[in-house]
């Protein structure tokens, strides 16, 4: 039997009166809630305990311990472990449309995003491999992994816009910059996560899913100037609302999430690349202010719980990482060394931002997954 079926078993023990392991699991569940999946809804959620008895996840992954258990003494100190690298974004000519795309003078490189986590995450597979583990990434260039473009949703786009009330140009104009400004955000953004997890889920199966981002802050309201602040964190999936809750998908997305086993080894996973990360770049932790995100162990102040699309999706352990603000004077100078040697073939910097993320997730994965 999976481990997934024994917890649902488990689950479905609660619902026996007098059953005190029953009520241990029971007790578990809502300490989960309250701590991490639905810290801002009150106890109303804990009604929904019934039906997550009813589900049956599966779970096709290894724990972390089973991997390395199964492990030869002589083995490589990854080996038996296939993790997934999501390259967050798509960058190239997608990467204005995604507003991943910016520079703060002429003479500068554009920063995008999408292009720089792909080289990160390439990165890491080389490092990864000669490691043992067996490693997918989900692009391997700057273009969507959604093989629909824009255009296949212009009639779901345009059934969502209000038409113009008059026949002026102008109107009919604006209608339709509208109606290409939806069709194109479903393409690359919405459709685009939703089409990486159905990879995910439904044909690389690894044991474990790594989502490579590289943060950046609102811009001031003044003008394009950077930002003094940078930090890093590192999120996993949590923090539903009570509106987010109300909707049936997404009460059914967290039921399985919270029954497949996916939750424990998203936080294991999630400490040890918030403490690499924290270490290889000296950043502080993150802050969030609203109540959007949650904080779950004061001990690991780079991890975050919040319900991003990709991290309720996808059935395995991920993890999403958001190291450095691009926008920051320290970051964005960084980067900007780091393309400018990458555009004329220099050697790399000594403290390339690029390579440091690289070895630091490589860091994080090793404390998880590695031999003693
Ligand atoms: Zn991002």
């Known amino acids: 039997m999976s481990s997934s079926l024994t917890q649902c078993r488990l689950l479905s023990l609660c619902l026996l009166p007098g059953c005190l392991f029953a009520q241990a699991v029971s007790e578990q569940i ?27 996840a599966e779970a096709w992954w290894a724990t972390p311990e089973v991997i390395r258990a199964a492990r030869g003494e002589d083995a490589l100190p990854l080996s038996g472990l296939h993790l ?79 038409e113009p009330a008059t026949r002026t140009l102008s109107a009919q104009l604006d209608y339709a910059l509208a109606v290409r400004k939806r069709a194109v955000k479903m393409a690359i953004v919405t459709e685009e996560l939703v089409e990486r997890a159905r990879c995910i889920n439904e044909v690389i199966r690894p044991d474990a899913l790594l989502s490579l981002h590289i943060n950046a802050a609102p811009w001031p309201k003044e003008a394009q100037h950077l930002v003094h602040s940078d930090h890093a964190h590192v999120l996993i999936f949590g923090c539903l609302s009570a509106q987010e809750l109300a909707s049936p998908r997404q009460q059914a997305q967290l039921a399985k999430k919270l029954t497949n086993g996916s939750g424990p080894i998203e936080v294991e996973l999630g400490t ?48 999403l990482l958001e190291p450095y603000i691009a926008n920051s004077k320290n970051s964005y100078a960084r980067i900007q060394k780091a393309l400018a040697a990458r555009a004329v073939y220099a050697p790399l910097p000594e ?22």
């Open 30 to 56: 809502a300490h989960q809630l309250s701590t991490r999946y639905t810290p801002y809804v009150d106890g109303a959620s804990l009604r929904d305990v019934d039906s997550l008895a009813g589900q049956e």
């Open 84 to 162: 997934a690298l999501d390259p967050g974004h798509i960058g190239g000519i997608w990467a204005e449309w995604e507003g991943r795309h910016f520079r703060v003078s002429e003479a500068d490189f554009w920063v995008r995003e999408g292009e720089l986590v792909l080289e990160v995450a390439q990165r890491v597979r080389t490092r990864l491999v000669a490691l043992g583990a067996e490693v997918s990434l989900l692009r391997e260039s700057n273009e969507p992994v959604n093989p629909k473009r824009p255009a296949d949703y212009w009639t779901l786009a345009a059934s969502q816009i209000e």
């Open 351 to 372: 403290d390339d931002i690029l390579i440091e993320y690289a070895d630091a997730v490589v860091d994080g994965v090793l404390r998880v997954y590695g031999s003693e």
């Open 272 to 319: 040890a690349l918030g403490h690499a990360l924290a270490e290889a770049t000296d950043l502080p932790a993150s802050d969030y202010e609203g109540l959007n995100a949650i904080r779950i162990d004061p001990e690991v102040p780079e991890l975050w719980a919040r319900n991003l699309l990709l991290l309720r999706l996808v059935d395995c352990p991920t993890v």
